[in-house]
């Protein structure tokens, strides 16, 4: 009897146990919702989102703050990380720096995702590298795609860019308007289909008034800008003009087009003055410099409202510290150029003293060619104005090779491809609706 009792009391304790010991089972099993994740491998805290259409409405994304060496994670069957809610949906994942690079790369939703350093091999600093990996098995995570292409330097050097000038979009001139979104439509056209194309850069005149708050009739001339370069504004490298930095009456707004300049994240890493509007980068082992307006420290003196914001001290402590005495190759972007407009007659937009001081910063440098704007040429118009050693100047050669980007409200924009030998540019513009090639320049490298 006694025997008969404990039987019956161990079954019901075994009862009473199993939702225990089958919770307990549970909590040891895989969880059977998987998710994506994003892997931060870099030395700085970075911020991860899911852009989706989902998010776009209810504002409720995958958004983390990831800590060096850790992962953000997010399942890929909730709608805040993936709209579509299958493991091989493609789903746009955001990685981005506090302060100055933007990647943004597909991958499947079951995918993965890592942002790293990479050293680059000419410079000796650290270039940033996504990657995205797709989910197309139970263990199949095969590499989606990267950014940015020749992140830690190619070997041999390949640096492919577009470059143009004034676009000076103008809320009362809707013809010329089209004229340049359609340029630089066809500019993002070609940067999208070219697989080793690093950028756009601009040399300045994005807009004629920088109008921020025109009549309600009229949009604001640098939301019409920023629309046009919406969706690769990443991977524009551009500058301010004297039209975009002049007051010219209440509506205009020159700060908010500067805010624009120094707080937008780049595809590839930069390095920004003091007050962030001037900054360089390196594509390779060539070093760019974005100089905005002029190179100079203090405005001209016709001119005494349009202040070049300290580029010159920028310039030159840019070159000694991030180039010094290594010969690497540069590359300067400025919206004053060396043509007979920008040298002025009647006006005088920047002075020879000015010239001479930016010559004899540079002179001892190798630079391959100065890019820049504030003329508007048509495409098979003078775009070849050297800049040729100023009296008084010993140093240095004869000359630096200097070329007019655009202008892009005449249809004109400028190819330009560095390898190990030479420096090709290209001059392409619209004729009858078509893209032509109107000119074309080769340097041969020291």
């Known amino acids: 009897m006694v025997e008969k009792l404990i039987k019956i009391m161990v079954r019901l304790v075994s009862i009473a146990l199993l ?17 994506f994740n994003v892997y931060n491998e870099t030395s700085l805290p970075i911020n991860s989102k899911s852009v989706n259409d989902y998010c ?56 993965y995702a890592v942002i790293e350093e990479v050293k680059n091999r000419y410079t000796g600093r650290n270039d940033y590298k996504c990657l995205t990996y797709n989910r197309d098995g139970d263990e199949d995570y095969p590499l989606r795609t990267t950014s940015p292409y020749g992140a830690g330097g190619e070997d041999p050097r390949n640096v492919h860019f577009l470059i143009t000038a004034d676009p000076q979009y103008e809320n009362k001139n809707e013809e010329r308007n089209e004229i340049s979104k359609k340029t630089i439509k066809k500019m993002k056209s070609l940067f999208k289909d070219t697989t080793d194309m690093r950028g756009v ?21 640098y939301e019409i800008y920023q629309e046009s370069i919406q969706g690769q504004a990443r991977f524009f490298f551009d500058g301010l003009g004297n039209h975009d930095l002049e007051n010219t009456g209440w509506t205009s707004d020159p700060e908010a087009i500067k805010d624009d300049i120094k707080e937008r994240k780049r595809g590839s890493r930069v390095y920004k003055s003091s007050s962030k509007l001037h900054y360089s980068w390196d594509w390779d082992d060539v070093h760019f410099v974005q100089l905005n307006l002029f190179p100079g420290d203090e405005s001209a003196p016709q001119f005494p409202q349009l202040d070049p914001q300290e580029s010159l001290s ?113 001059r392409w513009g619209f004729k009858d609706g078509e893209l032509k090639m109107y000119d074309n320049e080769t340097l041969r490298l020291n």
């Open 19 to 35: 939702p225990l010991l089958l919770i307990g089972f549970l909590v040891v099993l895989p969880s059977p919702v998987e998710a």
């Open 314 to 426: 920028f310039l030159k402590k840019d070159l000694n510290d991030k180039v010094g005495s290594s010969r690497r190759p540069i590359v300067l972007i400025s919206h004053y150029g060396f043509d007979p407009f920008s040298l002025g007659n009647n006006e005088k937009w920047w002075t020879e003293e000015q010239r001479k001081e930016f010559w004899d910063a540079i002179a001892d440098y190798n630079v391959l060619a100065i890019f820049t704007g504030h003329i508007h040429p048509f495409p098979k118009g003078d775009w070849k104005y050297p800049f040729k050693r100023p009296n008084g100047s010993s140093n240095g050669p004869d000359e630096i090779s200097t070329f007019v980007s655009g202008a892009t409200l005449k249809a004109a924009f400028l190819d330009v491809n560095i390898d190990q030998s030479k420096i090709t540019i290209e």
């Open 201 to 221: 850069v601009i040399a300045g005149d994005l807009t004629q008034n920088a109008i921020k708050d025109p009549p309600p009739s009229f949009p604001k001339e």
């Open 56 to 111: 776009k409405r209810w504002f409720n994304c995958f958004d983390e703050l990831i800590s060096p060496g850790n992962k953000g994670t997010c399942p890929w069957d909730v709608k805040r990380c993936n709209s579509k809610g299958g493991r091989q949906d493609d789903v746009k994942i955001w990685m981005e720096t506090e302060d100055d690079f933007l990647c943004i790369l597909p991958m499947h939703a079951g995918g």
